[in-house]
């Protein structure tokens, strides 16, 4: 006789997302200021998201963080795409992230200047984020 699998105990579980309250950051600063949440907490999350080199701090899973420093000293025709892709990458390894949207790239000499936005749980934000290349 086969055991049949029953998928009742499914329906007794609530799924929980996971709430945005975190400390904040003074960035400027370099201290840590109260709390926030919501619609800042996001910000600071995709901050810090944006700000850690992948692969580079043992604390971090390899899911967290950007990979930008492969991108230093290639041409401008491979890093704007790629830097998209990464963004997007990093970003939605967070699943409070839902979709990154509408890039707009500006580049000077050593530096490029990406515009987008991230549709979150809690909204809308718009991102600015500057490379050096």
Partial sequence: MIPSVQDDLQEDFDIITQPTKTY?????????????????????AIYKILNTERFDYLIYSWNYGIEIKNLIGEEMTLVIPELERVIKEALLQDDRITEVTDFEFEHDKDTVTVHFKAITNVGEIEIEKVVSI
């Avoid at 904040?24 to 600071?44: F, H, P, R, S």
């Fill in 24 to 44: 904040k950051l003074d960035i400027e600063k370099n201290t840590i200021v109260g709390y926030c949440d919501g619609i800042e907490a996001m910000q600071q």
